[in-house]
DNA sequence: TAGTGCATTTTGTGCAAATGAAAAGCACAA
DNA sequence: TTGTGCTTTTCATTTGCACAAAATGCACTA
C-alpha cells in the first residue's frame, strides 16, 4: 500500500479540514476517556457532541479506520480497534497546508526575506498559491493585529510580529481576566469541568516523569489552554470565559509558529504549577488559588518574553 | 442638473469607498486647516500626505469639485471655491450601501427577525445582495465579535445580552477590564484622544441643559463608547482595548432595536460622571478616576437592568 | 522644481459556473 | 428506539474571467 511523504494513505480521498480537526478531537476524546478496545463508537453521538451532522463525522472515523485506529464490526458500525494512549493525534494525521504557510510566512517576514509593505498579488506566486488562499491568511494575520491593510493596495505588517509589547500586553491582559476570575461571586469549582483538565496534566507530568519528550508542543499548547479556559468557565460569567479563550486561539498559531521550544523543566513547572493551583480552587481556597495563578502567569511572562509560554 | 436621492450629481460616475473617504477626509483637512477661498489644492501634496497615489485623490477632488467646494483655475489646477466651515461632510457624500445594511442586519437580529443561526444562502435572497456582500458583512461582524462561524454550516449571532444574567455579567466584565485599564502601568493620558471625548460629553450637557432633547439616541451611544473606548485606548494595552470595544459593539446589537430611551436626569448624571472621570483622569489622579468609574458602572448597572445603560 | 493631465501598467474586486463538502432524509437492521 | 448506510438536497468554497480602481510613468507647463 502506497504511502505519501506524510504517511498518510495516498489512496484516501483528501479530507477536509473539519474532517481532520474532527478525527483529532474524537481520537482526544477516546483517549481522555479511556475507552476499551472493542468499545462500539456511534456515529450520531459523536456529531451531537461536536455540534456537526453525521457527514463529516463519518469522513472523519474514515480516516481513523485508514489508521488502524477503528475497525468496522463483523456485522456492522465500528469499533476501536487498539490502545490510542501512546498515539499522537500530529503524528498521523494531514497537516493542513494552511497552517504551513501562515508559518512559513511568519518566518519569511521575521527574516526579513517578506518586506513590510506587500501585494497579494505579489504574494501569489512567491507561495504558489490561490488568491484566495493569499487573502485568507492576510485576513488571519490582520485579525491577530500583525498586518494591517493600506489603503488602496497593499498590505503592511506590523513593526514587531511577535513583539516584545505584544506579548507584555497579552499577559497583563490575562492576569486581569483570570484572577478576576477567580475572584467572581459566581465562581464554583465544576469538578465535571476539571476533572478531565486535571487528568490531562497529570499524564502529561507522567510522561515527562518516565524521561520521555513530549510526543508534540502542541499537545502541552492545548493542555495549557484547557486549564486556563476551564477555570474561567467556573466563573459563571461567560465574558470572562470568552476572553480567556479568545486569548489562547490569538496565540495558538503564532505560538506554534515559534522556534524555540520551551524545556522540560519549565514545562514540569508549569504543570506542577496547574496542579497546585487546581487543587487550590477544588478545595475552594480560591484567594490562595489567585496568589499561585497571578504567580504563575508572571513568571511564564518573564520567562519566555518572544517564545513560547504557559 | 439632475439630482438623485442623496443629493448627489447624478452624472458623476459611482466613486469607490476609498474616493469617498478621501473627499470626507481631505474636507476635514480643509476645514481645520483654515484654508482660505482660493487657496491651491495639490494633488501629489495630499497624496503623500494620506498615503496613497495621485488616483484616488484626483477622483475625491472631482467629487469635491461637482458639489462646487472646489473650482478649477482659469489655466490649470484646482483652488477651494467657497467657505467650508458650515459644511457637514456626511451631507454631500454619498452613503455606504454596505454600511447601511449593516445597520439593518444588525437591527433585525435585535429585534428577532433573524434566528440566531443564520446562513450566507439564507441572507442573499432576503437582503437582495450577492455572495460576497453577506460574507463581508459576516465577517465584520465577526471580527466585533458579534458572530461566529459555526464548524460546518453556518453563523451564530453572539448570546444577546437579554436576560438578567448575562446584563450582570457584562457589567462585572467590563468593571474588570475598565479598571485594570487605569491601573495599568503603561497608562498614560493621551490629550490627543481625550480632548475630543470631553468636548462631545461638554455639547451634549449643554445640550441637555437648553432643554433641548438629544438629536438621537444614537448619538449618546456613540459618545458613551467614545468615552470607555477612550480610557481603555489610554491603557497602552490593546487587548484591554479591544475587550471594551467589544463589550461596546455587544451593546449596540442589543440597542439598535432602539426603543428604550434613558431618562434625561440619568443622562445628565452619566455625562457629568464621565466628565468627572476625564477630569481626574488628565490630573493624573489615576486612583480616583478609577473609583469614580467602577462606581459609575455599578449605578448604571443598578440602574438599568434589561435597558439602555451608560 | 513641483504640479498637471493623460496614458500605461499593476493590482484588486465582483460575478458566475463548477466543484466539493455538509446537512437532511429515508429504508432497514440490530 | 437507536444506529447504519446510502441518497438527495442544500450550502459553501474555488476558480477563471471581465472589469474597476489604484499606482506609476512621461511629456509638458507654470
Chains 1, 2 share one sequence.
Not at 71 to 100: M, N
Request: proline share 5%; hydrophobic share 40%.
Amino acid at each position: 500500500m502506497s504511502r505519501d511523504t506524510t504517511g498518510q494513505l495516498a489512496s484516501a480521498a483528501a479530507a477536509s479540514p473539519l474532517q481532520i480537526d474532527l478525527a483529532r478531537r474524537i481520537l482526544e476524546r477516546i483517549r481522555d476517556s479511556g475507552w476499551a478496545v472493542g468499545t462500539r463508537v456511534s456515529v450520531p453521538d459523536l456529531a451531537r457532541t461536536f455540534g456537526v451532522s453525521r457527514s463529516p463525522v463519518s469522513a472523519a472515523l474514515e480516516l481513523l479506520v485508514a489508521q488502524g485506529i477503528l475497525a468496522g464490526f463483523e456485522t456492522r458500525g465500528l469499533q476501536l480497534a487498539r490502545d490510542v494512549a501512546e498515539i499522537d493525534p500530529e503524528d498521523i494525521l494531514p497537516s493542513s497546508p494552511l497552517e504551513d504557510l501562515y508559518r512559513r510566512m511568519m518566518r519569511d517576514r521575521s527574516l526579513g526575506e517578506l518586506p513590510q509593505d506587500v501585494s497579494e498579488a505579489e504574494l501569489m506566486p512567491r507561495y504558489e498559491v490561490s488568491r484566495g488562499v493569499i487573502r485568507k491568511l492576510l485576513l488571519r494575520f490582520a485579525a491577530e493585529g500583525l498586518v494591517q491593510r493600506l489603503p488602496g493596495h497593499g498590505w503592511r505588517f506590523a513593526e514587531s510580529l511577535v513583539g516584545e509589547d505584544a506579548y507584555r500586553e497579552s499577559y497583563e491582559f490575562r492576569i486581569v481576566v483570570e484572577c478576576a476570575a477567580l475572584r467572581s461571586p459566581m465562581f464554583r469549582a465544576d469538578p465535571q469541568l476539571l476533572a478531565p483538565v486535571r487528568r490531562a496534566h497529570e499524564r502529561i507530568l507522567s510522561t515527562i516523569l518516565e524521561g520521555k519528550s513530549l510526543a508534540s508542543g502542541d499537545e502541552w499548547f492545548r493542555v495549557n489552554a484547557s486549564f486556563h479556559e476551564g477555570l474561567a468557565a467556573c466563573s459563571g460569567n461567560r465574558f470572562l470565559a470568552d476572553a480567556v479563550r479568545q486569548q489562547n486561539n490569538l496565540r495558538r498559531l503564532q505560538e506554534s509558529a515559534g522556534f524555540e521550544q520551551l524545556p522540560g523543566e519549565r514545562l514540569e513547572q508549569s504543570c506542577r504549577e496547574h496542579l497546585a493551583i487546581l487543587g487550590a480552587v477544588e478545595a475552594g481556597e480560591t484567594e490562595w488559588a489567585e496568589a499561585l495563578l497571578r504567580q504563575h502567569l508572571r513568571q511564564a511572562s518573564e520567562f519566555a518574553s518572544p517564545a513560547r509560554a504557559p
